[in-house]
């Protein structure tokens, strides 16, 4: 049976002297993987890079299982950040949070539109602030909604409202751009806090409940941002 779809490739492993196993994320069939014969190829490999968009057709043994995908480029999105890593490891690290945490064959037009979306933040002044924010709507689609408008509390200090989120062992500091969609300039400081803050919740509510870690490239996302 062979689906017609189209979707964006979000990861990719050498299967074979000349295949590769790839993830793509459809419009109608959701995170869907198979192998691309051939994928190793100088015609192909050049622009199967990940974040990439593809019409694509499944060749799939059952409803659940794809067991052959051919690609062709319908837009090469990711080349463009090439000389830009901060956008490229931004890049890795969203795609590789929706391969871990989207089910296989299960269609969610709200993701796909998500990513579409992404490559909108990329080309903004603010991208950085937009893409945290990105991040948490990514995990309400999920069902994972954080709710930091609903759980902060707040203070005045120095004529500053602060928010922060306290539990019984801790109090942490919010950064107001997570809560007043209104801030527009946001500096490093407060970016560092909230992809901290981001990278805890996942880590503590989604992923070491499930006996898994967050992908590294999140991680090494996080890491270079810090430098």
């Not at 689609?141 to 954080?146: A, C, K, T």
Request: charged letters at 20%; a positive charge; proline letters at 2%.
């Amino acid at each position: 049976m062979i689906k017609i779809d189209q979707g964006f490739l979000i990861s990719k492993l050498k299967y074979n002297e000349n295949s590769v196993i790839a993830d793509f994320y459809t419009e109608q069939n959701g995170r869907s993987s198979g192998i691309i014969f051939g994928g190793t190829s100088k015609k192909i490999k050049g622009y199967l890079q990940l974040g990439n968009f593809f019409h694509l057709n499944l060749n799939t043994k059952n409803n659940s299982k794809t067991s052959s995908i051919k690609a062709e480029i319908i837009r090469a999105h990711t080349p463009v950040y090439f000389n830009n890593q901060k956008k490229l490891h931004c890049i890795t690290s969203a795609l590789s949070l929706i391969k871990n945490l989207t089910p296989e064959n299960e269609k969610n037009e709200n993701i796909f539109r998500l990513i579409l979306n992404l490559f909108f933040i990329l080309d903004n002044n603010n991208w950085l602030k937009n893409y945290i924010n990105w991040e948490l709507k990514l995990l309400k689609y999920l069902g994972y909604d954080l709710n930091l408008k609903e759980i902060v509390c707040h203070e005045i200090i120095n004529n500053k409202i602060i928010y922060y989120v306290k539990s019984s062992t801790q109090k942490k500091i919010v950064p107001n751009f997570l809560v007043d969609d209104e801030i527009e300039n946001v500096d490093d400081a407060d970016i560092l806090k909230g992809v901290s803050l981001v990278s805890n919740y996942m880590e503590k509510s989604i992923f070491s409940p499930n006996n898994t870690k967050i992908p590294i490239q999140r991680l090494q996302f996080e890491n270079l941002l810090n430098k």
